[in-house]
């Protein structure tokens, strides 16, 4: 699951889950775990640190990269054979196979400039760049355990998606271990196997799962091939070796999403009528808006491989707009410019929130302009598509 893109993409429809209880925690435990904090180290550039070379989690948030789970037994119904929608087997396999292929396996490969080039980024570029690496490797961690547990779980009930969920894992295993051994090369790791057990996990519908994921993946392929062709064109602002990987990471995304899309056409009523349209919108708008938020709050990462932070989310969100457009029977209509113009004001008040802190009197009527930007671009007229089931629906978008 792509970086910092949908790992948040519709928080209102989450419900919150804790991993394990900790109202039980006694008071001297609880004493010396505060005292362990308090004594808890910094690294240089100011993140505080779990243990000697082991960074803490970044603070869980709105549009940080969250842990999902979901109602895995109504997701075993859904895949069940013969109630499935119209389920082609011959294609499932097919993309079994592909996934089996394994075209990425050797991809992976680090080597001395890694370290040398980290080595040579420093001052605020340095921030700049882990908090990059650990929002991909959180991103595409949650990936790895969703898919893996989606595996599991429907192994008895449909053999071939669950090894393509399975196999999806894997490639999501290797992206999120590969940035994680890039963190090293600025002296700092995250501590997956703490974060698997201590994380909060956020409740999503398996239909909304489906959506989530779909755009998240195709999302995760524009986003990471765009840099590649950038830096292709501008070697110069290649300031770390990882985007060289991003031509064939990118395939990764796209292969996730083309077996997405599958799925939700092998269920087409999640995409016909009032709820089809909906639902499209409210997805591709949630993984938009999350973003370019997300994206606005990092502008000098971007600068510093010389891309300009807004004008490279356009770009994006323009070329996953026209892949979605071949499933969806409605996507937004992002050359509207009432779409950048609402986008904007909404990263206007995101900024006042960011300033607002722990005041939550103070950021309210920025929260409630960010709702009602929303709102409005919900509202606002879809593009129709060339989906072969818009014949089918009922209302007038």
Known sequence: ???????????????????????????VAAARRSATVAMAEVSQEGF???????????????????????DFDEMEKLFTKGSYGKLNENEFQSLLDEFKADYNQTHFVRDDSFRAAADK?????????????????????????????????????????????????????????????????????????????????????????LYATYLSEKIGYWRYITIYRHLQKDPDNTLYPIFNKFENWCQDENRHGDFCSALLKAQPDMLKGFQGVL???????SVYVTMYLNDSQRKDFYASVGLDAKEFDMHVIHNTNDTTATIFPVVIDTHNPEFKRRLDAMVEANEKIIAAGDNKLAALPSIISIGINFLGLMLMKGRETEASWKEDLQIVY
């Open 48 to 70: 505080e640190m779990r243990r000697k070379g082991v960074k803490e989690a970044a603070k869980a948030t709105v549009l940080t990269p969250r842990f999902y789970t979901t």
């Open 121 to 209: 980024i420093t001052g605020a570029d340095r921030k700049i760049f882990v908090e990059f690496l650990e929002r991909s490797c959180t991103a595409e961690f949650s990936g790895f355990l969703l898919y893996k547990e989606l595996g599991r779980r429907l192994k008895k009930t449909n053999p071939v998606i669950a090894e393509i969920f399975t196999l999806m894992s894997r490639d999501e295993a290797r992206h999120a271990g590969f940035l994680n051994k890039s963190l090293s090369d600025f002296d700092l790791a995250l501590d997956l196997g703490w974060m698997t057990k201590s994380r909060e996990y956020t409740f999503f519908e398996p239909k909304f799962i």
């Open 1 to 27: 699951m792509s970086s910092s893109i949908a790992a948040s993409s519709a928080p209102v429809l989450g419900r919150r889950m804790a991993v394990r209880k900790t109202s039980g925690v006694r008071p």
């Open 279 to 285: 639902w499209s919108k409210f997805f591709c708008l």
